[in-house]
């Protein structure tokens, strides 16, 4: 559709054609739209001006950003909002527009320009924000605090640091803001003052600290920051950067006074300051916060993720397993981040009182509670483990096989050989198969030699699965035997497959056989376990000619891969004669062992609708010419 | 059992090709993830690698059917009844009263379970308006449910739940809304005729441009998938789905903020929904 088309669309009455059609403005990145698109931001729908804003950005260039600029100046205030940020969005481009408006008399759209640069980020017009740090307006002089600050721009220190005395408290909040990503432990004397200041600037003069503040510094910052007045008001975020700062030099008292403050506010509201109490309370290693922790443990209701695991680390480093084991008999909720923090301390004699949760507990709480007791481990947890191949749930069961895998005890093998003759589900068949292959020996292929008999074809591919993983040369009879036999084609399939661990001419004939067999998957697997093999090229090239695209597809790219000599006639006849798949396939393969034979072929295909074949037939040429070359 | 692994190279491909069909959007590292969720297609094809996939998807005679199978593998679709009450209640304390005011007319309420996974959400909203004696006072409901996924649409059509699923419900809905049959909870047939089930791709416009004339759409904790330029697409479909004073709800740790300006926020008891202006 071109351009007039679509800007006769912006006519249309239907809401969502003319919102499409800007939209299709936007992604034309035609400059022409421009203007157009600027009155749009004044348009009643409130959608329209959505697209026409994304719009706007995506053209980009110095021609948008020229158009939007005069809208800053309107009286509108939501029209100033979506210019500012057409501008910020455009980025680079608009700098240049937007640093002449630094000599602007209107002393709020030279705010906006101040803020935009900061925004945008680019670090070489310190020189010409920083006079304007004199500026009469002081939302002015912190604007540009602020944007020096953003864009990094360490040279401008020496001129920020005058404005710690500002008549204006905002102007002296803003320079601590920017001196604290800027600044050098030097000014950690001139900070500590503001720090016994009241007001706004407190916060901000500790937050500089904790960014800039040197380790020898240490005694003098934690005297001052560890005081009641200063502790309880201070942005947890900022406790935790203290904390990691000064790990070494914290000491009882002060780690009273911050731990005091983290856990007040593991009850905050708010998601982040939550997870950083907890950092902190980690940080601290003081096993004081136990009670705060186990209380807000018990009270928080489906923590996330991160919380958990947060809070489960906290629990393990600052509390025993004698707490933590009374506090799961006295409350039944929450329990698994108690369960979680014992499985971490490995402490074995709580498997007991573990143990004797397990009934009590839900599904995902049984999973943990297993967990936990493989963390443990050994003989002690086994039994509680084992009986879980029991268990109602699924989840529960493959847990449990998975565990005592994990823990491994010989005595397993038999428990899992009959869990698995029980198992209904697939997925936990074959874990506890994984499980049962891990542990190895006679007693194991003896399992797997036995499922081969079993009525239910699944557990013949999973027997057949694991003798071929196990290499268990005595099962090869039984597993030829299934190949031509079985009425399965799963596991005739997977019986063809564990003929890769099998060498010998005999295999090799059977392999043969199947590449005639009448299921494709058969042949597809027998096709993999030649190319496993330094004897199946002769097989390999007669299957070029299956009837299945598929298989087809799949053996080019396996010659390919094998650098097969003298098929190089059979591939062009695939390129020229067969589906786009192959002729894919064929044109790279002919990239590694064509001739100059095959460029002609190939450069039919140079430029093809489909662009994964001309794609391939390029590269393919390059290749070829290349190696001619050479 | 081993499986497959995901060259840099094809996972681009294979998640631009997702990408363009669904909107869903899987980030750079996130190889393991796209791997996880495959697997299992590839073994079903009875493919090698993920190479193999992307010409299956292309080129394949079933291609289509592998499609849906492929949409069913992305999704995530953990959820449950009474999932996130704070919302439910700026809902059913907030929004609801308003649209009723709005629409004391024609005395219908429209809602839209945008990504309904297995049902849970739109058999929610309608238990919810059935407490409020809304149905006998005349009105009448009509909830839209859709996913992208068949899987889930078909079992949230059979209405059958498990112990999991409804553990944040509270005890007199359980009750009074489901049959409990050893704790197999079934939606009640009063309740399930409420909803209205539909395989919608929300980055489809075609599909989405049918759905018109919404009070109240829901779509919480599906924008994760798709990238920012997703986001403002499904976002500018569901701003044209809803009547103006409409009301969109999005994931409680959800924003629309760098997303659309095309929205009022509105703050009901600490939630945030968003008001079609």
């Known amino acids: 559709m071109d351009i007039d088309t679509i800007i006769a669309q912006l006519n249309s009455k239907d809401e969502g054609l003319r919102r499409e059609s800007v939209r299709l403005l936007g992604e034309r990145r035609d400059s022409r739209a421009v203007d157009i698109l600027t009155d749009l931001i004044r348009d009643d729908d409130l959608a329209i001006r959505d697209a026409a804003v994304n719009a706007l950005m995506d053209i980009g260039g110095e021609e948008a950003a020229g158009a939007v600029m005069p809208l800053l100046y309107d009286e509108d205030a939501a029209i100033r909002n979506m210019s500012i940020e057409i501008l910020e969005g455009i980025g680079k481009e608009a700098v240049e527009k937007v640093s002449s408006l630094l000599n602007e008399d209107d002393e709020d759209v030279l705010k906006f320009a101040v803020d935009i640069l900061g925004n945008i980020g680019n670090p070489d017009l310190a020189p010409l924000l920083t006079p304007l740090l004199g500026h009469k307006n002081p939302n002015v002089r912190s604007a540009t605090a602020i944007t020096l600050g953003k864009i990094k721009s360490s040279q401008a220190v020496k001129d920020i640091i005058p404005l710690l005395d500002d008549k204006d408290e905002w102007v002296r909040f803003s320079a601590l803001e920017a001196l604290g990503s800027l600044g050098t432990p030097d000014l950690v004397d001139r900070l500590l003052d503001v720090v016994k200041r009241d007001g706004i600037s407190k916060i901000a003069a500790l937050d500089a600290l904790s960014n800039l503040a040197a380790p020898s510094d240490a005694k003098k910052v934690l005297s001052v920051v560890s005081s009641p007045e200063v502790s309880t008001v201070l942005p947890v975020e900022t406790i935790v950067r203290f904390v990691e700062k000064y790990s070494c030099s914290i000491d009882e008292s002060y780690s009273k006074a911050f731990l005091d403050t983290l856990v007040g506010r593991l009850s905050d509201m708010d998601l982040d300051e939550r997870r950083n109490a907890l950092r902190g309370i980690i940080l601290l290693k003081d096993p004081s916060a136990i009670d705060g922790l186990m209380h807000f443990a018990v009270a928080v209701d489906e923590a996330d993720e991160e919380t958990s695991k947060l809070l489960r ?23 698994s981040i108690f369960i979680d923090a014992l499985g971490e301390m490995g402490d074995s004699s709580v498997v007991h009182d573990l143990k004797s949760l397990i009934d009590m507990v839900d599904r995902d709480t049984k999973k943990i509670l297993l967990k936990s007791l493989e963390k443990i481990g050994k003989a002690s947890s086994f ?7 029991r268990d109602k749930d699924g989840h529960v069961r493959k847990i449990a096989a998975v565990s005592l895998g994990e823990i491994g005890e010989r005595r397993a093998i038999p428990l899992l050989h009959e869990a698995i003759l ?15 292959s891990d542990f190895k020996g006679e007693e194991v292929e003896e399992v797997f030699i036995s499922l081969l008999g079993s009525e239910k074809p699944a557990l013949r591919v999973i027997a057949l699965h694991c003798l071929g993983r196990l290499q268990v040369e005595r099962a090869r009879e039984a597993v030829i035997n299934s190949i031509y036999s079985d009425k399965d084609v799963k596991v005739r399939e997977e019986a063809v497959r564990c003929l890769r661990n099998f060498t010998g001419e005999d295999t090799l004939k059977v392999l043969g056989d199947i590449l005639n067999d009448r299921e494709k998957d058969l042949r597809i697997a027998a096709i993999e376990v030649l190319d496993g093999r330094g004897d199946g090229d002769a097989l390999l090239i007669g299957a070029l000619g299956d009837s299945d695209i598929w298989v087809r597809f799949k053996v080019v790219n396996m010659l390919a891969e094998r650098d097969t000599e003298g098929i190089e006639g059979r591939l062009i006849e695939l390129l020229l004669g067969d589906e786009i798949p192959v002729k894919v396939a064929a044109a790279r393969a002919l990239g590694r062992v064509g001739t100059g034979k095959a460029v002609e072929a190939l450069k039919r295909f140079e430029g093809h609708e489909d662009s994964y074949l001309s794609d391939a037939a390029i590269e393919a040429i390059k290749a070829i010419v290349s190696r001619d070359e050479r | 059992m081993e499986r497959p692994k995901i060259t840099r190279d094809i996972f681009s491909q294979v998640r631009d090709f997702i990408y363009e069909k669904c909107g869903i959007y899987f980030g750079d590292g996130k190889e393991y993830l796209l791997e996880d969720r495959l697997s299992r297609r590839l073994s079903a094809r009875n493919l090698s690698s993920y190479e193999e996939y992307l010409f299956f998807l292309r080129y394949d005679p079933k291609k289509e059917e592998e499609l849906r199978a492929l949409y069913n593998s992305v999704t995530t679709n953990e959820t449950s009844f009474f999932r996130d009450i704070n919302q439910l209640e700026a809902f059913r304390t907030g929004i ?29 909203m309608a238990m919810i308006l ?13 909830i ?18 498990g112990d999991y699923a409804v553990r944040n419900t509270p005890e007199r809905y359980l009750k009074r809304y489901f049959t409990n049959n050893n704790n197999s909870y079934t939606v009640k047939p009063d309740v399930a005729r409420l909803v209205r089930f539909a395989n919608i791709n929300l980055v489809d416009s075609l599909q989405v441009s049918k759905v018109r004339g919404m009070d109240v759409i829901f779509c919480r904790n599906v924008l994760i998938y798709f990238d920012d330029h997703g986001k403002r697409k499904v976002i500018s479909f569901l701003h044209d789905s809803l009547v103006k004073g409409g009301f969109l709800m999005v994931g409680f740790s959800e924003s629309l903020f760098s997303i659309t300006r095309a929205f009022r926020p509105v703050g009901i008891r600490k939630c945030v929904a968003y008001q079609k202006i």
Do not use: H
């Open chain 1, 313 to 335: 680390e906290a629990l393990v480093t600052v509390g025993t397993s004698g707490a933590l084991i009374k506090r799961l008999k006295s409350n039944i909720s929450s329990m």
């Open chain 1, 383 to 389: 039994d509680t483990i084992s009986d879980a191949l």
């Open chain 2, 144 to 161: 839209l449910a859709s996913d992208i996924s068949e899987n889930v649409l078909n079992s949230a059509k059979r209405g059958v739940y």
């Open chain 2, 130 to 142: 059935s407490e409020e004696g809304i149905l006998l006072n005349g009105w009448k409901v009509e």
């Open chain 1, 422 to 436: 029980k198992e209904p589900f697939r997925d936990v068949q074959e874990a506890m198969a994984d499980v049962l």
């Open chain 2, 96 to 124: 609801l009263p308003k649209i009723m005011e709005r629409n004391s007319s024609r005395r219908t309420i429209r809602i839209w379970s945008a990504a309904c996974s297995t049902g849970e959400e739109p058999y929610t």
